[in-house]
T-cell receptor
Framework: AQSVAQPEDQVNVAEGNPLTVKCTYS??????LFWYVQYPNRGLQFLLK??????LVKGSYGFEAEFNKSQTSFHLKKPSALVSDSALYFC?????????????FGGGTRLMVKP | KAGVTQTPRYLIKTRGQQVTLSCSPI?????VSWYQQTPGQGLQFLFE???????NKGNFPGRFSGRQFSNSRSEMNVSTLELGDSALYLC??????????????FGPGTRLTVL
């Protein structure tokens, strides 16, 4: 069975500083990895995904994530945080041998960007 | 293209009642998945439908059921509601089920409160 860990419940960063939201995973085989963001009273918005190829994946709103197979990690990064980036971030994994689209999510990390 | 739509957005029920939630996927998407989001358990997969067939099912009691129609719209039903069923129910759609690399796109959710 697959699992995802987001070790930080909350990350605080000042506006303009770089941000990192951590994610580690456990899955059999090569993983498919996703990041989503959730704003209050909204559903999840897709940010980016890693399927194969370049370990650095670029996504929406200036976010990127780096896949590290040896450390089983897929950390989300942004060079310069905005106050509007404050939200709940979820990392998710899907096993490649899954017949369907089921995602297993981490517990979420609340990002607080202060002016 | 319109996104995933869910109705109703908010629902209040009492214990023992049943409820039906509806989801309309993005046009052309044939796979629909349902997730439950609670503060304690996080995001948990309920089930996935493709071509009117349930393909994957999460670890939820039989009180939770769903179906998909020929136009890919989906409904989920919860019978004999319990207080613990209070949650945000999220629907997600994706293009197909044959490729597990597909991205799931989420609707805004239905907030169910059980009194």
């Amino acid at each position: 069975a697959q699992s995802v860990a987001q070790p930080e419940d909350q990350v605080n960063v000042a506006e303009g500083n770089p941000l990192t939201v951590k994610c580690t995973y456990s899955v059999s085989g090569n993983p498919y990895l996703f990041w989503y963001v959730q704003y209050p009273n909204r559903g999840l918005q897709f940010l980016l995904k890693y399927i194969t190829g370049d370990n650095l994946v670029k996504g929406s709103y200036g976010f990127e994530a780096e896949f590290n197979k040896s450390q089983t990690s897929f950390h989300l990064k942004k060079p310069s945080a905005l106050v509007s980036d404050s939200a709940l971030y979820f990392c998710a994994v899907r096993a490649p041998n899954n017949a369907g689209n089921m995602l297993t999510f981490g517990g979420g990390t609340r990002l607080m960007v202060k002016p | 293209k319109a996104g995933v739509t869910q109705t109703p957005r908010y629902l209040i029920k009492t214990r023992g009642q049943q409820v039906t939630l509806s989801c309309s996927p993005i046009s052309g998407h044939r796979s629909v998945s349902w997730y439950q989001q609670t503060p304690g358990q996080g995001l948990q997969f309920l089930f996935e439908y493709f071509s009117e067939t349930q393909r994957n099912k999460g670890n939820f009691p039989g009180r939770f059921s769903g179906r998909q129609f020929s136009n890919s719209r989906s409904e989920m039903n919860v019978s004999t509601l319990e207080l613990g069923d209070s949650a945000l129910y999220l629907c997600a759609s994706s293009l197909s089920s044959s490729k597990s690399t597909d991205t799931q796109y989420f609707g805004p959710g239905t907030r169910l409160t059980v009194l």
